[in-house]
Every structure is written in C-alpha cells, then in structure tokens.
C-alpha cells in the first residue's frame, strides 16, 4: 500500500502562486508515475499535471501549460505542484495521485492511489 497527503493549499488572489507537496509512504518502489488532478464543484475531476517516477517525463494539459510545475524530491518521497499565474478558474480540491503502471497518464483511472486533497482557492 501507498498512502499520499497533501498540503500547501490555501486562499490566494488572482496572479499569485502556492506550492502545493504530496508526501508518500508505503510501497513507493511500486509507483511508476505520479500526477495532481483538481476537481471543483459540479464538475468532474480533471487532469493537472503528471510526472514519471524517474522525473524525466512530465505531461499537462493546455489549461495549466506555462503557469503549472510538476515535479519530485527522489530523496524525501515527495511530489510537488507549483503554480503561478493563478487564476479564479483554478479553485478546486487538489489531490495527488500514484500510478502502478502508468508513467504520465492523464485519465484518473490509471491512478490506483489517491490523496485525501487540498483546497484552493484564488480570489478575483
């Protein structure tokens, strides 16, 4: 088993940043990849950004291309998510997610492991 949490969520305003972390415990030397997926309300859970475990491949959609990073601290288990350029839109649970089998997949069900989620908020 893998267990994930996150934190580093919050209120910001729009234009700002936060950096959001995942810790991982457990069985981690199963995980192939890793991604953040942010669901608001009424709406379906939707794809942020995916890493591999080896950290040499990422992947994200357009919505969050340029302003969104993804990356991996090999040494303390930890996944992180920065984001700049925050936008009112980006309001949503957060959470991490590991994969058995999948490097950088962007559909949720590639993931068997999830966090408990994050919320953030960005204020107009």
């Known amino acids: 088993q893998v267990q994930l949490v996150e934190s580093g969520g919050g209120l910001v305003q729009a234009g700002g940043s936060l950096r959001l972390s995942c810790a991982a415990s457990?069985?981690?030397?199963?995980?192939?990849?890793m991604g953040w997926f942010r669901q608001a309300p009424g709406k379906e859970r939707e794809f942020v950004a995916a890493i591999s475990w080896s950290g040499h491949l990422t992947n994200y959609p357009d919505s969050v291309k340029g302003r969104f990073t993804i990356s991996r601290d090999e040494a303390k288990d930890t996944l992180y998510l920065r984001m700049n350029s925050l936008k009112p839109e980006d309001t949503a649970v957060y959470y991490c997610?590991?994969?058995?089998?999948?490097?950088?997949?962007?559909?949720?069900?590639?993931?068997?492991?999830w966090g408990q989620g994050t919320q953030v908020t960005v204020s107009s």
């Open positions: 997610a590991g994969s058995l089998g999948a490097v950088i997949s962007s559909r949720s069900s590639s993931y068997e492991y």
């Open positions: 457990g069985r981690t030397f199963n995980i192939r990849g």
